[in-house]
């Protein structure tokens, strides 16, 4: 295999503690994760970050459109499990973000951030070896247009500039990510929508009910109660 190499536009390794890796435009942060875990380069709480991608990737093989103006990240940690809970520790920190910039977030199951009912923020959590990689696209100044969800952007709430906000997400993701499931329940819980509302889960009303201990949604049909996990539903 072989490593194809990008024009690097920084790497330092001064923020919080956090090594972060910059680029102007890749295919995908996502990948050069990837790449850099597949050649040995893998190391806990690497950040690549890019101002653009040409190949942005989402959940379900969806595209992440990726122009210049927001916010493009995969996080490199170590993971030598792979871990349910963790995609709700990520959704708290990122709302937590949002919410230090004076927006009011919704979390949808599992780690869709919403405001508004519109999507700002989406995320995508990879295992790869003794690591997992947290991709994370936050809509700052430029929303795409998405067939299948409404998306909004940071700007139509506040004026913020990228490195602030990827400068508390990497703290939010440090405390959450450390915190007790307990705490980071809560806070999900406190944030979620559609919460004891009828949603659909593959093309079929269920009921939310909530999250369990070990990071399952549990929801009801009739009198019979179900779990999922890493998978979507529709409000
Ligand atoms: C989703 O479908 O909601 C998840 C979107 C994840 C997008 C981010 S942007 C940074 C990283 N690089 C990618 O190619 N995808 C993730």
């Not at 004076?102 to 995320?123: A, E, F, T, Y």
């Not at 906000?165 to 929508?193: C, G, I, P, T």
């Not at 201990?213 to 009739?222: M, V």
Request: hydrophobic residues 40%; aromatic residues 10%; proline residues 3%.
């Amino acid at each position: 295999m072989v490593m194809i190499l990008y024009k690097i536009k920084m790497e330092y390794t001064d923020l919080a503690n956090y090594k972060l890796i910059s680029f102007d435009k890749i295919p995908s942060t996502q990948n050069y994760a990837h790449d850099m875990i597949a050649h040995g380069r893998g190391a806990d709480h690497t950040a690549i970050v890019a101002q653009a991608q040409s190949a942005g990737r989402g959940r379900f093989r969806r595209t992440w459109v990726s122009h210049h103006g927001n916010l493009y990240v995969s996080f490199i940690f170590n993971s030598p499990d792979r871990n349910p809970r963790l995609s709700y520790a990520v959704a708290v920190a990122i709302a937590e973000t949002l919410v230090a910039c004076d927006i009011k977030p919704q979390i949808k199951w599992p780690n869709d951030i919403l405001v508004d009912g519109k999507k700002i923020c989406g995320v995508l959590i990879e295992y790869s070896g003794p690591f997992v990689v947290v991709g994370i696209g936050i809509n700052i100044k430029t929303n795409p247009t998405v067939a299948e969800y409404k998306t909004t952007k940071m700007a139509n709430y506040t004026d913020v500039e990228i490195n602030d906000v990827l400068r508390v997400l990497m703290k939010n993701l440090d405390k959450w990510m450390s915190a007790d499931f307990s705490r980071v329940h809560a806070r999900w819980m406190e944030m979620a929508v559609g919460l004891n509302k009828t949603i659909k889960y593959r093309g079929t009303s269920a009921q939310m009910i909530g999250l369990n201990e070990n990071g399952a949604l549990i929801l009801r049909r009739d009198s019979e109660y179900f779990l999922v996990y890493g998978d979507e539903v529709a409000l």
